[in-house]
């Protein structure tokens, strides 16, 4: 019974002693992502959405995933999930035609280096209303509304 005993002891100081080591995994750096806008997007005229993929100082061209959903305000269920193509410099692109004025909502979903980014911005096709305007400007200052989530 002695020899059992100290065998479990063994064991379970094995298993405690392995169970503390200290993780020598350094976790991956932050993946930015930038949603690059024109400046003015004009109703049925091709416009191009860009996004910029980089880690520190590095730019991302070998993103696994870089998918772009378009909505317009108050239509999420109705989205538009568009993949990207890859340019250089770590930029990704999509091109959408807008077929209606109002407030447009893009996130980026990109996934790279083992991580999951999905930022959101929010804007603005052809002509909108003061009303609309001013909760646009309203939401643009709510900080949760342009971050991304990070996995």
Same mark, same amino acid.
């Given at each position: 019974?002695?020899?059992?005993?100290?065998?479990?002891?063994?064991?379970?100081?094995?298993?405690?002693?392995?169970?503390?080591?200290?993780?020598?995994?350094?976790?991956?750096?932050?993946?930015?992502?930038?949603?690059?806008?024109?400046?003015?997007?004009?109703?049925?005229?091709?416009?191009?959405?860009?996004?910029?993929?980089?880690?520190?100082?590095?730019?991302?061209?070998?993103a696994? @995933?870089?998918?772009?959903? /378009?909505?317009?305000?108050?239509?999420? &269920?109705? *989205?538009?999930l568009? #993949?990207?193509?890859?340019?250089?410099?770590?930029?990704?692109?999509?091109?959408?035609?807008?077929?209606?004025?109002?407030?447009?909502?893009?996130?980026?979903?990109?996934?790279?280096?083992?991580?999951?980014?999905?930022?959101?911005k929010?804007?603005?096709?052809?002509?909108?209303?003061?009303? @609309?305007?001013?909760?646009? /400007?309203?939401?643009?200052?709510?900080? &949760?509304? *342009?971050?991304?989530? #990070?996995?």
């Amino acid at each position: 019974m002695n020899k059992l005993f100290l065998s479990i002891v063994m064991v379970f100081t094995l298993l405690l002693a392995s169970a503390c080591t200290a993780n020598t995994e350094s976790t991956p750096e932050q993946i930015d992502v930038d949603i690059l806008l024109p400046e003015k997007i004009s109703l049925n005229q091709e416009s191009v959405l860009k996004v910029q993929v980089s880690q520190g100082k590095e730019k991302v061209e070998n993103a696994e @995933d870089v998918q772009f959903e /378009i909505w317009k305000a108050n239509s999420k &269920e109705d *989205s538009e999930l568009i #993949h990207a193509q890859h340019g250089k410099g770590g930029i990704y692109h999509v091109k959408k035609t807008f077929r209606e004025d109002g407030i447009y909502y893009v996130q980026t979903h990109v996934a790279a280096r083992g991580l999951h980014v999905m930022p959101k911005k929010q804007f603005v096709v052809g002509k909108v209303s003061e009303k @609309d305007l001013n909760s646009l /400007i309203k939401e643009s200052q709510n900080p &949760e509304q *342009s971050h991304g989530h #990070h996995h």
